[in-house]
């Protein structure tokens, strides 16, 4: 018999096997002869009262012996089988790759960056050289933008069976097992990579291909149907660099930082559109204050409990000004992804041990906000996207000659019509060309009308204005990944910081005004939403915590439209546009769901086409 108990414990109790089993033996009133295994399956900590507790579900077997932890998946040989390209080494497209293995299809992997392990000595040379390589970065490389991350693995997909069968084939490669019991689980970035390189692993020995510092550089189509990328070997030299092409159904999982793709589907007229994201700034806590508020204790988190987590959420002016991927005992890291960017992230090691505890804290911006915003230094990019006033003054004064030419042409077929009466049939032929040369104009009225409509919901408004901030925060910083950061009360009373709390982010901080120079519309709404969490919680709103510039990469600002039962793009056969990236995913679990239900979409799609 499996009997499950609830039992709601100390956290010294929590931490100790013997005591969890003394008091299930006493809840069940049972003899320990009884019990052959038990297993802690759910645990969360509940910090709502004065004395904290954690709650606990217990699995029990009684005479009988126990399951096996998880369900593993069987992965196939799929050497021979068809093909299908897998562009990005994310948890999108890796979880992608894999799905496609179980359902008998061989993944060519693509990854612009480099393997996880080789990543992490650019990772190490942003901080201490400030140079950031495009093609391997925080974002860029295998494993994706959450390879050197807290690995927070919550999600709010209420899709419970998907979530399990992600967390179980993280814990098949090698994850720790204590990611399927808690509430809140998370891998860490010391222990993530030696996963991912596992996955990579699988899929090799299945038969699948993965190549590294290959960036998919244009999309192969044939009518409407992709058939294929072409990409760009970057292990070799500039000058031996050679082009490549893969052929196949081609899953899309480039990420929200890929710009270059988004730019290339515009250019090609890939139908793409705006999307709302979040912005703002990281906020860095020493960890034991961060402690002390939460489980309400001058002596923080104490032996048992770990460093503490908060999540905050507020409504200002009518949007919404949250906290975002809290990294308890972490990093900030420098997470820009090209030049003349400064862009701040948050990670965290498996004991999430370190002296500070961070979060992004985040406005919600979306394109119709751009409409009114004062945006200072916009770049000259930016406004030839969002006000279009060139494109339209040239559209206008086209009309215009159109027009007139068209009056010129009516005299000289009323000239025409008196000197040639006899010539009747060609005065027809003349005025059916005026009719055809009217209704073109109505075509290019329509055409205008059109494009005003479109003009402050251009498809790359959010992420020009992304790089606006991120610009902004380099000039700010020093023009290094020296990041511009500010005291928090002094944040909110618009005062500048005369110095600056230690920080964990390695390429140092610079003393900067970011109330003065954020756009207002999120600098006041920040002030607004850091007043409210220090109300909510007291302590929270401090001058021992640290404002940095600027947090940006929160989610895709384009979405890559897709239809929602095939998850085919919407025009284009054999193209999947996958994940966070695409816009329908953020964060990494669900970006990994998202991969599979990919893998499957293309299964039917060659089932179907053959
Ligand atoms: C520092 C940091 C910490 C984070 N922490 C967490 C966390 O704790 N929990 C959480 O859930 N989420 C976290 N996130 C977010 C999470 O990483 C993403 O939501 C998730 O990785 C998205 O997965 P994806 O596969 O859609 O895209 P990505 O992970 O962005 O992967 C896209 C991949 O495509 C590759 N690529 C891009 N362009 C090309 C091209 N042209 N050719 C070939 N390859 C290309 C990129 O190099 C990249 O490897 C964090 C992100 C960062 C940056």
Known sequence: MV???????LPRVAASDAGIREL????????AHDVRNLRVI??????RQRQVMVNL???VWLGEEPAAEYPQVDYPDVTGRPQVIV???GPGG?????????????PIVIERGKDVHERKLDLARISREHVVDEDSNYSFGEGGAGAYSDGKLYTRSKKRGSVEKILNVFCQHGASTNILVDAHPHIGTDRLPRVIENIRNTILRCGGEVHFQTKMTDLLIEGDKVVGVEAKDSSLSTLNSSFLTFKGPVILATGHSARDVYRLLASREIEIEAKGIAVGVRLEHPAQLIDQIQYHSREGRGRWLPAAEYAYVQQCGGRGVYSFCMCPGGFVVPAATGPEQVVVNGMSPSNRGGRWSNSGMVVEVRPEDLLNADLGLMTDEYHSVTNHQSPIT????SIINHQSSIINHQSSVINHQSSVINHQSSVINHQSSIINHQSSIINHQSSIINHQSSIFNHQLSMLLFQEHLERLAWQQGGRRQTAPAQRMADFVNGRLSADLPPSSYAPGLVASPLHFWMPKFISERLQEGFRAFGRKSHGFLTNEATVIGVETR???PVRILRDSETLRHIRLQGLYPCGEGAGYAGGIVSAAIDGERCAEAVASYLSVTG
């Open 554 to 556: 929160t989610s895709s």
């Open 42 to 47: 759910r645990r969360s900590i509940d910090a």
């Open 394 to 397: 040239i559209h206008q004064s």
């Open 24 to 31: 299930v033996l006493h809840e069940l009133g049972t003899d």
């Open 3 to 9: 009997q499950d108990v609830q039992l709601r414990v």
């Open 94 to 106: 890796l979880f992608a790759a894999l799905r496609l293995i179980e359902l008998g299809l061989r």
């Open 57 to 59: 579900t217990v699995r």
């Open 87 to 89: 562009v990005g080494a």
